[in-house]
């Protein structure tokens, strides 16, 4: 089958589409025939080797997080579903990747999917639905009525992260170039800030968390918003030490981690604003509640590009530059 696959970290990593072995099968796992696949950020990042420590492949890898597809084979111990059913999963973390003709999808992760959804759509949502989830409903703990700032509001993250904030009754603010205010506002954005004009820090205030979407110093700057007792949950870094110790790394990563977010954490305590670093988790259970919001369309999906898979490696390109409005998508199967 083909697959898009890196062949070693570094600066020359040689991605680039490639026949490899159909996956085999654990007794709590599926195959998966993938129609479509959606692209993150960290997509481009793992090649790099940046979370080498981390998420660990056997080379070569596959690229690629998120899928819908097609089941067309189930493990021995597999329940909820069966060869035919339309699913949508995260598999990132997992030492596979979704950007090939087939995908081994652990029973788990996976969650039927949305019926008045197509797989393109489908595919767009896992990593950004689940990333969202986690961040506000679990660690943010988000509450009708509070303030969360969700920079970078236009791309992948923001566009879905806007609408559940919205959904939980929060007030939400947001950084936008000019020509995307109009997009945030239609997706429930109460304040609005085009970072070529105004710096948000000056803009907003009196905000209860911060979902860091964006590298560079706009967490720091984030701090100067917030009320005391506020939440930043990072999605960017710098890495934690109780992000190490969650994931059982050694104790010198447990001191690198530790003093990357010295700085951050520092200056967060001074204005008692908790820090945390917060890497996603494939969930099928979550996917699943996730899904019945975009059923009801509660949620939408926002899409920017749909690339053919022969150029999924130019779709990876095009998302490294950092101007889609939505999701990146490579359709596999049309």
């Given at each position: 089958m ?12 040689e ?5 490899i072995?159909?996956?085999s ?7 998966v025939?993938v129609?479509?696949?959606g ?16 998420l ?27 060869p ?10 997992l ?17 039927l ?5 197509d797989?393109?759509?489908?595919a767009s ?51 936008v170039s ?5 997009l945030?506002?239609?997706l429930?954005?109460?304040?609005v ?9 000056h ?14 110093d ?17 999605l ?23 003093l ?13 604003v908790?820090y ?15 899904g ?36 990146v998508?490579?359709?596999?199967k049309p």
């Amino acid at each position: 089958m083909k697959a898009l696959t890196f062949k070693r970290y570094g600066k020359s990593p040689e991605i680039g589409l490639t026949d490899i072995p159909r996956p085999s099968l654990k007794s709590d796992e599926m195959l998966v025939q993938v129609y479509a696949a959606g692209l993150n950020p960290i997509d481009n990042m793992i090649p790099t080797g940046m979370f080498k420590p981390v998420l660990h492949f056997q080379l070569p890898a596959t690229l690629g997080s998120d899928l819908a597809g097609v089941v067309t084979e189930v493990g021995s111990q597999v329940t909820r579903f069966k060869p035919g059913d339309a699913v949508f999963a995260s598999i990132f973390d997992l030492g596979t990747g979704s950007l090939a003709e087939f995908a081994v999808v652990p029973e788990r992760v996976a969650a039927l999917k949305p019926a008045n959804l197509d797989f393109v759509q489908a595919a767009s949502i896992p990593m950004v639905g689940l990333t969202s989830w986690q961040a506000l409903k679990e660690r943010a703990n988000l509450q009708a009525g509070q303030k969360v700032f969700i920079p970078a509001g236009s791309g992948g993250i923001g566009t879905f992260a806007i609408q559940l904030a919205k959904l939980l009754g929060a007030k939400v603010g947001t950084t936008v170039s000019t020509g995307n205010i109009e997009l945030v506002r239609e997706l429930g954005a109460d304040e609005v800030v085009d970072y070529k004009q105004q710096a948000f820090e000056h803009q907003l205030h009196g905000y209860d968390a911060v979902l860091g979407t964006v590298r560079g110093d706009a967490i720091e700057k984030a701090i100067d918003i917030l009320k005391p007792g506020s939440k930043i949950i990072s999605l960017t870094g710098p890495l934690d030490a109780a992000f190490a110790r969650a994931r059982g790394l050694n104790v010198l990563l447990r001191l690198l981690f530790g003093l990357m977010s010295r700085k951050i954490r520092s200056r967060a305590n001074k204005r008692n604003v908790a820090y945390s670093f917060l890497f996603v988790r494939p969930d099928g259970d979550q996917l699943t509640e996730i899904g019945e919001l975009l059923d009801a369309q509660r949620i939408k999906p926002v899409i920017d590009k749909v690339f053919p898979f022969d150029q999924a490696k130019e779709a990876l390109e095009y998302l490294a530059k950092g101007h889609a409005r939505g999701k990146v998508v490579v359709s596999i199967k049309p």
